[in-house]
């Protein structure tokens, strides 16, 4: 009874900020319009941040995130950082990274295990290579360098990279006992041949090119990327990868998106990722309409996870402009027309500048969240991306962060090193009620703000 209640009233109150003004305004002219309304967007992201809270554990993100996401997030910060220049969100971005590294400095902390797969566990991987080519704050001495991190997320995968069926591929799961071992997936596979290539730019070692380059062929190869560059959801291990997922989602264009055009970057403009980069980028223009960036499920249903996808989508796109300046014409009025289009979403929630999902309507869909929040917030800061300092490397004696090329190497990330218990519907059931329970918190939240 109190839960309808509730529910009436927030509903009525989303609608009533449907006709309102714009709660952000933003000037793509004014370097301090951009920063400001960025500044806005961050701290209604990080309101959602519980892991800094007495009890909790950092890094971590409250259901219905999955941990995944967090990892996301904080890249997110990261960028945020190096864009605006902004340090609020320095110290808990730092100490987030550090204590989800885990035992062994490879992003496989024992708390997550049961449920980390490869494309999990490459989140937080790029979110530390971002430290490490942003020369983001170095962690403090005894701690595992940015460039470590990144680097033992990318031996232990290179490590699970599976001949026995398909011809090669990482699966999606780690774990045998986990639903999604028998799928191999853009995604994971997306996270490691993303990882290799700026590892390829930042050190210039060919071992992680050479993987960058079998990746990307055995991609093409078992049909996950097409001749015209669509990249497919995954493939079935059991058939030895003959029946495909033919979904297409932003991120996964944008993850082989910015691999190729840090190949082409690293290859001093090779013609062959050129052409790569170029079709890739021509493939992508299905995620726009009149110049405003959108997700596929948009049109029916997006789940929490895919909510926070044009996120990444737009991270990767204003880094390739960087990286292969020949696509910058092309990307740039790209973000900015988004840009202008996703603000207009940020009228909801307790500061009635919450950001909505589908930045095609002109105004707050109901929608709201940590992807929400990331997708704009990364959407607005891209536009920062030409007056931002350029990555650093080590190729280029500008780059720092401290490495490891063994890192990783002693880890238990292998299903037989550990002793874990399967996911049970207990937890699964847990983590449905808890989503229930933040329902009802936001809804009450707009009471406060409708009636205050
Ligand atoms: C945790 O971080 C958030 C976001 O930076 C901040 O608003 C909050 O005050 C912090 N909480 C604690 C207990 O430090
Ligand atoms: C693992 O979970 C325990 C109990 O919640 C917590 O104390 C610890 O900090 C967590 N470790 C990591 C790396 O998240
Ligand atoms: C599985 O597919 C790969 C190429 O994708 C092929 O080389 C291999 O022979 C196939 N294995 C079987 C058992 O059909
Ligand atoms: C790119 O150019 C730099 C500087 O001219 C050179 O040192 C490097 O070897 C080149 N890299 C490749 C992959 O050709
Ligand atoms: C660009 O993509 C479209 C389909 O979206 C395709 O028809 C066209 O051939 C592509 N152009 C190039 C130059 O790859
Ligand atoms: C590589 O990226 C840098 C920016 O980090 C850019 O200045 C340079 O022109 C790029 N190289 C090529 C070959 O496009
Ligand atoms: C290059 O990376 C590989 C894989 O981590 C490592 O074994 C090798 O020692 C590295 N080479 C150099 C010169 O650092």
Redesign the pocket.
Known sequence: MRINSFARVGVFCLLAGHGADAAITLDLTSTDSIKKAAGTVAFDLMSYYTGNNTGDVPGNLPDPYYWWEAGAMFGTMINYWYYTGDTTYNAVTQQALLHQAGDDADFMPLNQTKTEGNDDQGFWGMAAMTAAETKFADPPSGSPGWLALAQGVFNTQAARWDTSTCAGGLRWQIFTFNSGYNYKNSISNGCFFNLATRLALYTGNTTYSDWAVKTWDWMYAVGLMSP??KVFDGTQNTDNCTSKDHNTWTYNAGIYLLGAAAMYNHTNGSALWQERV??LL??S??FFENGIMYEPCETSKCNTDQKSFKAYFTRWLAATAELAPFTHSTIMPLIASSATAAVKSCTAGNSGTQCGLKWTTGSNDGSLGVGEQMAVLEIVQSNLVDGAAGWVSAVKGTGSSEGDVNAGSGSSSTADDLIVTPVTTGDRVGAGFLTALMLIGVFGGSVTLCIS
């Open positions: 015209e560059y170029n079709g021509n493939a223009t299905v």
